[in-house]
Nanobody, 121 residues
């Protein structure tokens, strides 16, 4: 069993900052890519940022220069530092990880339950 638990969401004014965390736990052999996605009401889920096991990062154009993803391999945790937040960043933010679990023959994607980020204007 693999669990991803997010924390750090909340309500912030436009221009403010938040830091999200996502910790993976359970019967894990290896974690490859990890990332953050978000889903606003009535919209499709979209990629925010990803980080590989080697630390290479990728960002959506809409968050480049404002958001920073980082990873602590030893803690199996990723973070998303969000600065200069805008009302359009309001969404449920979900953590994703490609995990090779114990007794599995390949990686599978796992998702956290999501954390709400609300940016007021």
């Amino acid at each position: 069993q693999v669990q991803l638990v997010e924390s750090g969401g909340g309500l912030v004014q436009a221009g403010g900052s938040l830091r999200l965390s996502c910790a993976a736990s359970g019967s894990i052999v290896m974690i490859n890519n990890m990332g953050w996605y978000r889903q606003a009401p009535g919209k499709q889920r979209e990629l925010v940022a990803t980080v590989t096991s080697r630390g290479s990062t990728n960002y959506a154009d809409s968050v480049k220069g404002r958001f920073t993803i980082s990873r602590d391999g030893a803690k199996r945790t990723i973070y998303l530092q969000m600065n200069s937040l805008k009302p359009e960043d309001t969404a449920v933010y979900l953590c994703n990880a490609m995990v090779l679990a114990v007794a599995s023959v390949r990686e599978y994607p796992y998702w956290g339950q999501g954390t709400q980020v609300t940016v007021s204007s």
